[in-house]
């Protein structure tokens, strides 16, 4: 019976070609959707989940606490990891990372001269045992087990020595160190929160040999016993702290808290904490999710319209069937049939274009996708259950018109299908409400991004580039920065601990002094040039100077430290900018006097309101030069740099990056989720159109005789035109109307993220909507010069 429905299916397909190509393109350009955005999601949301036990890893942040105010970090004290096994019995192993670029870059030399590379960390013996990543060669507890021992990934050790499997026991050079090649890894994976090329043996730093409570710049993770009770442990873990950081930090005025995080939720946790590779807001997984729902419900309803459209067109197969004998049943399955041949060819197509444009979509998305999930048992599984679902979804209900017509009026075409129109109505408004408002979610995400880039920073981002510093640049640090100045190739050098656009250093200012509140505040490491490389506006009191004590000079000699501080912070202390200089504050690392207050800038996402900054002489702590450059020529003014560069510390590669396209990276996910509204606000609005194609096509062919007859008694194009837009246009503006309350929604709730955010005017609104609304009366007007067209005598001469 299924056999013959498929070859009559087939045979009805074949034969109303129009439709069949105008059904097949809608659900597979909808199907190609839904598909890449299921990817995309699973993708993100398998983060972390290839190692054995994934359940059991976990990793530490940290939090200070301090007056009620609170700072949440994602890295630990190097003594806490060795602590835990040593002390406490639910811990299997444990590890922990520490990640040089957050610091600095290292140079390795192979023999044939330094390479600066930034994705270099150091991991302790355990590293392997927490996660089991593939070893091409070296055993997993030994490779870091020793001092200066270093593990490449593959990719690391074919660029260095032309093949992976000749690296092992080679010889590098680590900042002029010695190391072995100790073992070669295969390359992280794209859904690994750990990302390196280089793993050195953490018993090579100093806190590897000798383990401390402080400072806290280590990411640490433990693997625990199967059957532990997290909360147990976790309450161990608090008496830990307790034993050897309580005391200590109850006399600065502190509290600390160790709390545990799931090694999966790391990728779409809190994405405010930081992490080795940047994360995804997990809103914006359930943002995509929907979208694609919508789309595939789009293409349904695109198909469930066109096949109504197409009923009376079958009138007469459907009564002749019936008079031959056929029941209801029958006929649904027949119907339903088509709808699968059509889902299934629909399907298959789909998954060639997926194959061809996933590499396009995986730059959009920012990650690499593959088909290779849908390939195996679980995915053709997935596969075959989606071919069932689309496919009664898209066929139940013309199907059941189609079956359930009267045979008399069937084959008299005197079938009424009134009673439907309320259904068919309001799948045009989903369609269209769907579809204005994606696009007015991407003018939204579009406006603040735009805001974005165009707001001020409080400094100059604009042809400053940042250098990598290194500390053994020290001596020949304030030579280079006059000859920059002199040779023309920078207008003002400055060294700073790090970029502006994010600033991650945290202190305290004490209670001491002519202050007696305490603040949580981020200190900014620098020189005495900082102020006029970033143009900053110097509000009360005057810029440091060469003249000015440093940090490390302050605490050995208890002189008063000059500081600069922020708008912000001044207002949290209780003072005008005018009242606050002069007056001392203890910074925590010695009293210090406010020598300026600089206007707020952005030292961080603008998702994060400007908090307390402190800027102070601190050239030991300094990672990038920021060189402010004329304007006109940037190339060669970035060439006379790298002559300058390489006079004084040729043994470093001149590496830069301009601060404007760091502050850009700040918002890649932002970019990409207006990238995808924006792709398929598109899709939809064009699947709409087809759907409304298909409605207006039922409507025209309903009324032919009337229009026929309008034509005759002299209506025009235009008056034809309005005969069949007339019941349209009321349904795109209920469409425009829930389009328009759920772009307010969407505006508040996608702005709430931004403590900076853009005024959104009515031009998403206006835009999204007459864009629409163009498209959709340029689709009717299509429709109503093909009836126009018609020869009235061809359809007045039939009853």
């Not at 640490?220 to 307790?242: C, I, N, Q, R």
Request: aromatic share 12%.
């Amino acid at each position: 019976m299924w056999k013959n429905y498929i070859k009559i299916s087939f045979r009805n397909l074949k034969k109303r070609k129009l439709y069949t190509g105008i059904n097949l393109l809608g659900l597979t350009i909808a199907i190609v959707s839904f598909l890449a955005i299921c990817l995309y999601i699973q993708h993100e949301w398998s983060y972390d989940r290839m190692y054995a036990d994934y359940d059991r890893i976990y990793k530490f942040n940290q939090e200070f606490v301090s007056q009620g105010e609170s700072q949440l970090v994602s890295s630990t004290p190097s003594s806490l990891i060795p602590t835990l096994i040593e002390e406490v019995p639910e811990v299997e192993t444990g590890t922990l990372v520490f990640d040089m670029s957050i610091f600095s870059s290292v140079l390795i030399d192979a023999g044939e001269g330094n390479q600066e590379e930034n994705s270099f960390a150091f991991a302790d013996e355990n590293f392997f045992e927490v996660f089991d990543f593939e070893l091409l060669s070296g055993k997993a507890a030994q490779v870091l087990a020793e001092p200066n021992q270093i593990v490449l990934t593959k990719s690391t050790a074919e660029r260095y020595f032309g093949d992976a499997a000749t690296a092992l026991g080679k010889a590098l050079k680590v900042d002029g160190t010695d190391y072995s090649v100790s073992g070669v890894m295969e390359d992280f994976p794209s859904n690994s929160h750990l990302e390196f090329d280089f793993l050195a043996s953490f018993k090579s730093h100093r806190h590897g040999k000798n383990p401390e409570w402080s400072p806290s710049n280590y990411y640490t993770y433990v693997k625990l016993k199967p059957g532990t009770d997290v909360g147990a442990f976790a309450a161990k873990v608090e008496e830990v702290k307790e034993k050897y950081l309580g005391k200590e930090l109850a006399e600065y005025g502190y509290s600390t808290a160790f709390h545990l995080q799931p090694v999966t939720e790391i990728h779409l946790g809190d994405q405010s904490l930081g992490s080795i590779k940047p994360g995804t807001d997990i809103r914006y997984l359930y943002i995509f999710g929907i979208v694609a729902l919508l789309l595939i419900a789009i293409g349904i309803i695109n198909y469930v319209n066109l096949a109504t459209a197409e009923a009376t067109e079958r009138n007469k197969e459907v009564g002749l069937r019936k008079a031959m004998g056929a029941g209801r049943g029958q006929l649904f399955g027949q119907f339903v049939s088509e709808s699968m041949l059509l889902t299934f060819g629909a399907t298959v197509l789909s998954l060639l274009c997926l194959y061809l444009i996933l590499p396009k979509f995986s730059a959009i998305g920012g990650v690499p996708l593959s088909t290779d999930s849908l390939m195996n048992p679980v995915g053709i599984g997935f596969m075959l259950g989606f071919i069932l679902v689309v496919g009664l979804l898209a066929g139940m209900y013309p199907s059941l018109i189609l079956s359930g017509m009267e045979p008399i009026h069937a084959l008299a075409n005197k079938t009424k299908m009134g009673g439907g129109a309320w259904v068919r109505k309001s799948l045009v408004v989903f369609q269209f409400f769907v579809s204005m408002g994606l696009l007015i979610a991407t003018f939204i995400v579009k406006n603040q991004l735009d805001h974005m880039q165009n707001v001020s920073l409080g400094y100059d981002r604009d042809q400053v580039v940042a250098l990598t510093y290194h500390y053994s640049m020290k001596n020949v640090a304030e030579t280079m920065k006059s000859e920059m100045l002199r040779s023309g190739a920078a207008t003002s050098v400055a060294l700073a601990g790090d970029m502006p656009v994010h600033i991650k250093a945290g202190y305290k200012i004490f209670p001491g002094g002519d202050n007696q509140r305490e603040l949580m505040i981020t200190g900014y490491s620098t020189d005495e040039d900082i102020v006029k490389t970033l143009n900053l506006k110097v509000l009360a009191g005057s810029d440091l100077d060469e003249k000015d004590v440093s940090r490390a000079e302050g605490a050995k000699t208890e002189v008063l430290v000059p500081i600069i501080l922020n708008e912000s912070a001044v207002k949290e202390l209780g003072w005008t900018p005018e009242e606050a200089i002069g007056k001392t504050v203890n910074f925590g690392f010695s009293n210090a006097s406010i020598k300026a207050v600089v206007g707020d800038f952005y030292f961080n996402s603008m998702h994060e309101k400007i908090g307390p900054l402190g800027i102070f002489k601190d050239t030991g702590n300094a990672n990038v030069i920021l060189v402010k450059i004329p304007a006109g020529n940037p190339g060669a003014t970035l060439a006379s740099l790298q002559e300058v560069w390489e006079k004084f510390v040729p043994e470093r590669p001149f590496n830069y990056r301009f601060i404007d396209q760091e502050y850009a990276q700040l918002y890649r996910s932002e970019e990409r989720v207006g990238a995808v509204f924006g792709l398929f606000s598109g899709i939809a609005v064009f699947i709409a159109c087809m759907g409304l194609f298909g409605l207006v096509s039922y409507v025209a062919l309903r009324r032919t005789r009337e229009i026929s007859i309008r034509k005759v008694l002299g209506a025009t194009q235009s008056d034809v035109l309005g005969v069949l837009s007339a019941d349209f246009l009321k349904l795109l503006a209920l469409s425009a109307v829930l389009a328009v309350a759920f772009g307010l929604w969407f505006s508040d709730a996608w702005l709430e993220a931004f403590a900076n955010r853009a005024q959104v005017g009515v031009w998403p609104y206006l835009a999204a909507v007459s864009l629409v609304l163009l498209l959709a009366m340029a689709t009717i007007g299509y429709r109503s010069w093909k009836v126009y067209r018609i020869n009235p005598s061809k359809t007045l001469k039939s009853d």
